[in-house]
């Protein structure tokens, strides 16, 4: 089962997992003033919700990510993309917390996203959908955890895009956040990142087969632009001593040089794969919509200029981790959250961890992070006496 072989609405009907349907009768007005409803949410959990209703842990995914962060995916039966970080006896112990992770609003996991039919016209939305942004996405998590009769979570937790929503969910639901662990995250997206995800959006534009964004009703996908988005995507995501490590110059299944414009090189290969197997679980109008509630996202800005603002009063406890290789969320970032933090006295920890894998360090295999999460969710596990 492939985005590709079948058409995207049917993808999202018949995945697995649980969803439940919001705003019959009070749809929900978006950051925009767009007004968006009903809303299906498509979501994960893992592990038993305690008789107090405390030992919930929100899990917010990264901009390709989804609610499969445990167990295989079931479009493309790899294990889920944070298989070591949750589960029995691991930092986020489902043996001992109750853990949520939704599908982003935007998404197209089930979630509600241009992939999706408008109730109104009963056609999938294209660009018709309104554009998004991390507020919405979080306003529609805390309508999620209300259908669900959980006032509170433990802890929200996520890494790069999901870092933002971890800030949002505490500058505007503190009171219902006990910790927050936002990983790789910034309070604003930058303008580097702005221009890179531009240059994503426009090389899907560019595919005659995106058709103006309803490419769904003629059965084409702008494959080749949503490729290329990966690709480029993807180097961000690394590091060049990481790039060099796995690849260096190494030539792919050859000998020689080419002399041609083929994939002589394994780094060219491996971009190319990871483009080709991107399209085949991910929808080209998603990728442009999430991108650009992450440009769209600056909390200072929202705040009247000083970050210290969105934590005013807060009770939240705070651990920041930043990896000092990444270059897309780097670690000046986190500090600047920290020292807002600070000057609005809130309780926040900070660990900056040395690793060369770049940004995508918080996905992989990192005893550091795994040691610095696993104590801090047991530190505030015992407070609650969990």
Excluded at 141 to 169: F, H, N, P, T, Y
Excluded at 222 to 244: C, F, K, Q
């Amino acid at each position: 089962m492939t985005l590709a072989g079948r058409a995207v609405h049917e993808i999202q009907e018949s995945l697995p997992g649980p969803r439940v349907v919001l705003g019959h009768g009070a749809p929900m007005t978006l950051e925009s003033g767009a007004v968006l409803g009903p809303v299906t949410v498509a979501y994960r959990t893992w592990g038993a919700l305690n008789d107090a209703r405390s030992n919930a842990i929100l899990i917010c995914h990264a901009l390709t990510g989804d609610q499969y962060a445990v167990g295989a995916h079931p479009i493309t039966g790899k294990p889920g993309w944070w298989e070591l970080m949750v589960g029995p006896g691991k930092p986020i112990d489902t043996d001992r917390f109750h853990v949520i992770c939704p599908n982003c609003l935007g998404g197209c996991m089930g979630t509600t996203g241009p992939a999706a039919a408008d109730p109104e016209t009963g056609d999938l939305y294209g660009m018709s959908f309104p554009v998004i942004t991390i507020r919405d996405m979080v306003e529609v998590q805390a309508r999620l955890l209300d259908q669900l009769g959980i006032e509170k979570v433990m802890c929200v937790i996520g890494g790069s895009m999901g870092g933002m929503q971890v800030l949002e969910w505490v500058a505007r639901h503190g009171d219902r956040v006990v910790s927050a662990v936002p990983i790789a995250g910034a309070a604003r997206h930058s303008a580097q990142n702005i221009a890179f995800h531009e240059v994503s959006r426009q090389a899907i534009m560019a595919d005659p087969d995106w058709r103006g964004g309803f490419y769904y009703r003629e059965g084409k996908r702008p494959e080749s632009g949503l490729s290329v988005a990966r690709m480029a995507a993807h180097i961000t995501y690394l590091s060049e001593p990481a790039l060099w490590r796995k690849f260096g110059r190494s030539l792919q299944d050859r000998y020689a040089k080419s002399f041609g414009f083929g994939a002589d090189f394994q780094v060219e290969s491996y971009l190319r794969h990871q483009g080709a197997s991107f399209v085949e679980r991910f929808d080209a109008n998603a990728y442009l919509y999430i991108t650009r509630a992450m440009d769209y996202f600056d909390l200072v800005a929202e705040f009247d200029g000083d970050l210290a603002n969105a934590w005013k009063d807060t009770g939240t406890r705070f651990l920041l981790v930043s990896f000092t290789s990444d270059w897309l969320f780097p670690t000046s970032e986190s500090k600047e959250v920290v020292r807002s933090l600070n000057r609005a006295g809130a309780n926040v920890s900070f660990v900056e961890i040395e690793s060369d894998k770049g940004h995508d360090a918080f996905l992989l295999d990192e005893p550091d992070l795994f040691a610095t999460t696993g104590g801090f969710l047991d530190s505030v596990a015992r407070e609650l006496e969990i």
